[in-house]
């Protein structure tokens, strides 16, 4: 299992700033759908979550418009896989924060962003390790109230959200368009309103001017 595969991207966007490579494309599929989830409903959406799936979860914090988000094994300590994200995203806010605001393109941090990232998680890695087991112990109460969702609900709901935003789209469009067809019809009744005064006022004038100087 390839833990602590890694993606970084804006939660306001949906867009991709840094992955590491893995050879399970539906993790990376997955990671793109959840961050497109996460900018419809940004800023509501969770700052801390688990996500299930069948053999892995995917763990996420957002932090300043940044998601950090993380897919590992099912018996990779949860709590090491949030002080991993906390690592990593300390790190990428000491040497790119200032440059988040201007990332527009996709994997905009990667070059700059890979070999740090890299070094973070060949120090995660092995939850066995003498140091790992030590911050573990350290945090264990920091872990128990994030909460654990199935992923595919989580997907599901943001296709619903999807749907209601296009159906939102659809009712604004229609609704310009009938102002636009009342107002003209406004329009149309006002010109003929007018007609009528306009017929009846040059009537008048031409009657005057016959009458009185002719």
């Known amino acids: 299992m390839e833990n602590?595969?890694?993606f970084i991207g804006r939660?306001?966007?949906?867009?991709?700033?840094?992955?590491?490579?893995?050879?399970?494309?539906?993790?990376r599929t997955q990671a793109k759908q959840l961050l497109r989830s996460f900018s419809d409903s940004y800023p509501h959406t969770p700052s801390r979550r688990s996500l299930e799936n069948d053999d892995c979860y995917i763990h996420y914090i957002i932090e300043a418009n940044v998601s950090f988000m993380t897919v590992c094994d099912k018996s990779y300590p949860k709590g090491l896989a949030y002080q991993f994200l906390e690592d990593v995203?300390?790190?990428?806010?000491q040497e790119l924060g200032r440059s988040i605001p201007t990332y527009d393109r996709p994997y905009a941090a990667q070059q700059a962003f890979d070999m740090t990232l890299d070094k973070i998680?060949?120090?995660y890695f092995d939850p066995n390790s003498p140091e790992n087991i030590a911050k573990m112990e350290k945090d264990i109460s920091a872990i128990q109230t994030i909460m654990v969702s199935n992923i595919q609900e989580v997907l599901k709901r943001g296709e619903k959200l999807d749907r209601v935003n296009n159906l939102s789209q659809d009712l604004m469009a229609e609704s310009k368009r009938f102002k636009s067809s009342a107002k003209y019809m406004n329009f149309q009744?006002?010109?003929k309103q007018m007609g009528f005064y306009i017929g009846g006022g040059v009537f008048v004038l031409g009657v005057l001017y016959w009458r009185f100087l002719m």
Do not use: N
């Open 4 to 6: 602590l595969t890694t």
């Open 11 to 27: 939660a306001d966007t949906g867009m991709l700033l840094v992955e590491t490579m893995t050879t399970q494309p539906s993790w």
């Open 89 to 93: 995203h300390q790190r990428f806010t």
């Open 121 to 123: 998680r060949q120090k």
């Open 189 to 191: 009744i006002w010109m």
